[in-house]
C-alpha cells in the first residue's frame, strides 16, 4: 500500500513569504486536515525542544502555526518533551506567550508519572510511557531531522521512541547494544594487548569495563567502525558486528509501536522539519555547522513513508564535508550521507524497515510537492559596455 508523503520545497521561485517554509507547513496541516481531526481533541505536540545552547531546533514560528491550526479545528494543544529538556524550554524560544500552548514534561515534574507496557526484547521488559502522552487523544509527531550517534538519523521515529518514554526506559534502549556478545576474553588473555586495542581506536570508543576489569567495552556512540582495532585483536576475540547497531533501531521501532498503540486509529500526523541538520541530536545542547543541505519540510498520517521519503530526499544530497566537527571522521561509502560520519552499519533505513514489520506503515509512498518550484526563465542578455 503506498501512502502519501506531503512536502515542502526548501526552495523558492519568488521572493514572497507564501513560498517559505512556514506557508508551505501549513499547506500540509491542510492536506492532512489536521484541523478537522482535532475538535475537543487533547493534543499532545511531541517535539524536542533541545537544552543549553541549542538554536537548530525547531523554530517557535513553526510550532505557532501547528498550534494555531490545532486551535482552530477546536483541540486543546500542548507541547512535551522530556523533563530536564522541557525545564528550561522557555530559553529556547518556547514560552506559551511565544507558541501559544504550555510546555510540559513527558513524565512529568519528577520523571515518575508513567503507564508500564510490557515487551520483551534483549534486556527489556518493561516499557515505561510518559503520562503525558497516555493522557492525550490525539498526536502531533513533530520532528526536527538531524544525525544520531548511534543510529547516523533522528526524525519521526526517534522523537516518540526516546521522547516519550521517562528517563530509565530511555537508558535501557541505549544499552541494547550490549546485549549481543562481542569481547571474547578468553581469546585476549593479556593486559598489553588489550591495551594496544584501546589505544587503536582514535574515536575513545573501546574502554576497559569499569564493571568488569579486565575486560573491553565499546562505546557504539562514537564507533564509527573504522576497523582499526580488529587489526590490532587477537582473531575472533573482538567483533564490530551489525546486529550490535541494529538492535537500538529495533528497540526504536518497538517503543514507537507502543506510543503509536495508544492512540486510536487516524488519531496522529507524522512532521519532518529538515532544515540546519546537525551531526549529531539536539539533546547535545549546542548546535554546530550543517553538514547537509536543506531539505525541507515533510508531513504524512504514515510514520514509515515519513522517515523513508526524508531519508530518500536528503540521501540525493552531498555531505557537506567541511562543515563536519574536525574531531569526527568521514569515510565514504556506498550508503547514506549520515552513515559517511556514523558508519555503515549505523543504516538509518533499519528503523523504517523495523517499523513496517510492526505494521507501522508502508515504505512504499507518493511524495506530495504541496507547491513546486516554478522554474524561471530569462531571455538571453546582451553585453552592455560599462562606457555605454
Same mark, same amino acid.
Given at each position: 500500500m503506498t501512502s502519501n508523503v506531503y512536502w515542502g520545497s526548501p526552495r523558492q521561485a519568488r521572493l514572497d513569504a507564501a513560498e517559505t517554509l512556514p506557508a508551505k507547513l501549513d499547506l500540509i496541516l491542510d492536506a492532512l486536515h489536521l484541523r478537522d481531526r482535532v475538535k475537543d481533541e487533547l493534543v499532545a505536540i511531541k517535539m524536542h525542544v533541545g537544552n543549553n545552547l541549542s538554536y537548530s531546533v525547531i523554530h517557535p514560528v513553526f510550532v505557532r502555526k501547528v498550534v494555531q491550526a490545532i486551535k482552530d479545528g477546536g483541540g486543546k494543544p500542548f507541547v512535551v518533551d522530556v523533563d530536564w529538556d522541557a525545564s528550561g524550554a522557555e530559553k529556547r524560544g518556547y514560552a506559551?506567550?511565544?507558541?501559544?500552548?504550555? *510546555?510540559y514534561p513527558v513524565g512529568g515534574l519528577k520523571d515518575n508519572y508513567y503507564v508500564s507496557y510490557f515487551h520483551e526484547y534483549k534486556n527489556m521488559k518493561e516499557w515505561k510511557l510518559g503520562g503525558m502522552i497516555q493522557d492525550a487523544s490525539f498526536l502531533v509527531n513533530f520532528a526536527h531531522v538531524k544525525g544520531h550517534p548511534s543510529c547516523?538519523?533522528?526524525?519521526a521515529?526517534?522523537?516518540?521512541?526516546?521522547?516519550? $518514554? *521517562?528517563?530509565?526506559t530511555r537508558g535501557l534502549m541505549h544499552d541494547t547494544h550490549h546485549v549481543d556478545p562481542y569481547w571474547f576474553p578468553e581469546l585476549c588473555p593479556d593486559a598489553e594487548t588489550r591495551q594496544r586495542i584501546i589505544d587503536s581506536c582514535p574515536h575513545g570508543a573501546i574502554v576497559e569495563d569499569r564493571h568488569a576489569p579486565g575486560n573491553l567495552h565499546l562505546h557504539y556512540e562514537p564507533c564509527n567502525q573504522c576497523g582499526r582495532c580488529l587489526k590490532v585483536a587477537p582473531e575472533g576475540s573482538w567483533k564490530i558486528n551489525p546486529a550490535n547497531f541494529w538492535t537500538f533501531q529495533e528497540a $526504536?521501532?518497538?517503543?514507537?509501536?507502543?506510543?503509536?498503540?495508544t492512540f486510536d486509529p487516524g488519531k496522529a500526523v507524522h512532521l519532518n522539519l529538515a532544515t540546519h541538520m546537525t551531526p *549529531?541530536? #539536539?539533546?547535545?545542547?549546542f548546535t554546530s555547522m550543517p553538514i547537509l543541505p536543506d531539505a525541507g519540510i515533510f508531513g504524512s498520517d504514515d510514520i514509515v513513508a515519513l522517515d523513508q521519503a526524508t531519508l530518500d530526499v536528503i540521501a540525493q544530497s552531498r555531505l557537506i564535508t567541511e562543515n563536519v566537527p574536525t574531531s569526527m571522521e568521514v569515510i565514504p561509502n556506498d550508503g547514506h550521507p549520515f552513515t559517511w560520519m556514523h558508519g555503515p552499519m549505523k543504516d538509518p533505513y533499519k528503523v523504517v524497515e523495523y517499523g513496517e514489520a510492526l505494521g507501522l506503515g508502508s515504505r512504499q509512498?507518493?511524495? *506530495? #510537492?504541496?507547491?513546486?518550484v516554478e522554474e524561471k526563465k530569462f531571455a538571453p542578455m546582451a553585453y552592455i559596455h560599462a562606457r555605454s
Open positions: 506559551s506567550e511565544t507558541i501559544g500552548c504550555p *510546555v547516523s538519523f533522528g526524525a521515529f526517534k522523537n516518540l521512541a526516546l521522547g516519550c $518514554m *521517562v528517563g530509565g $526504536m521501532a518497538i517503543s514507537t509501536s507502543i506510543v503509536l498503540g *549529531v541530536c #539536539d539533546c547535545f545542547g509512498y507518493e511524495l *506530495v #510537492d504541496v507547491l513546486p
